[in-house]
Nanobody, 117 residues
Framework: QVQLVESGGGLVQAGDSLRLSCAVS????????IGWFRQAPGKEREFVAE???????SYADSMKGRSTISRDNTKNTVHLQMNTLKPEDTGIYYCHARIVGTSVSSWGQGTQVTVSS
């Protein structure tokens, strides 16, 4: 069973930056594609970004050009750097780990990001 622990959320102003981290433990890190999702109040959870085991990345259109996802294979950690934050980026950000080539996955507990205007 893999464990995911998110950190780095907080209250910031529009235009600020935040760096979220997801620490992964319990299984071989390279077995997983790691992604970030977010859920705003009253809305469904949505995809933000993903870094695959090969370090290939993908982003939601709303985050392209404003964010960078990366994985540190020496520390079993994934980072999401978000810049030029907007109020609509507010939500709980969840780390998601999926075993490569399968639908087997786990979620972290989430970290709150609040962007004030």
């Amino acid at each position: 069973q893999v464990q995911l622990v998110e950190s780095g959320g907080g209250l910031v102003q529009a235009g600020d930056s935040l760096r979220l981290s997801c620490a992964v433990s319990g299984r071989t890190f390279s077995d997983y594609d790691i992604g970030w999702f977010r859920q705003a109040p009253g809305k469904e959870r949505e995809f933000v970004a993903e870094v695959r085991w090969s370090s290939t990345t993908s982003y939601a259109d709303s985050m392209k050009g404003r964010s960078t996802i990366s994985r540190d294979n020496t520390k079993n950690t994934v980072h999401l750097q978000m810049n030029t934050l907007k109020p609509e980026d507010t939500g709980i950000y969840y780390c998601h780990a999926r075993i490569v080539g399968t639908s087997v996955s786990s979620w972290g507990q989430g970290t709150q990001v609040t962007v004030s205007s």
